[in-house]
């Protein structure tokens, strides 16, 4: 997804080793400002091109109900970007998994 370069820890003054990005957060921003279904449909094709195994979960939904359901959680994860906080992002949704506090499917069903 785009040119989005890691700064070096070396560079950063950071202890917490968190993601921080040059360049990505002003793209996440313009794409879920200005492109969010396109490129969650673009998602949704790429997913299905490389067959990822969470959408035999998801193949009785059309494309159009998978936009819908995607348009919340993008926007937070575009966000996210946007303010560098992928780390704490991934923290969270992995919390959720473990819990087993997952929107439309059950921890184990992926």
Known sequence: MGEALLESQATMPTSTGSLVFRYLPGYAA????NYLIPYISEQIRVSRE??????????????EQLIAMGIENHKIFLT???NNSLRQ???QSLK?????????MKREEI
């Open 89 to 91: 992002h991934i923290e």
């Open 96 to 104: 959720k998994w473990v819990a087993d506090q997952l929107v439309i």
């Open 30 to 33: 313009f794409i879920r400002d």
């Open 50 to 63: 490389t067959n990822i195994p969470i959408l035999k979960f998801l193949e009785g939904i059309s494309d």
């Open 80 to 82: 996210n970007a946007e």
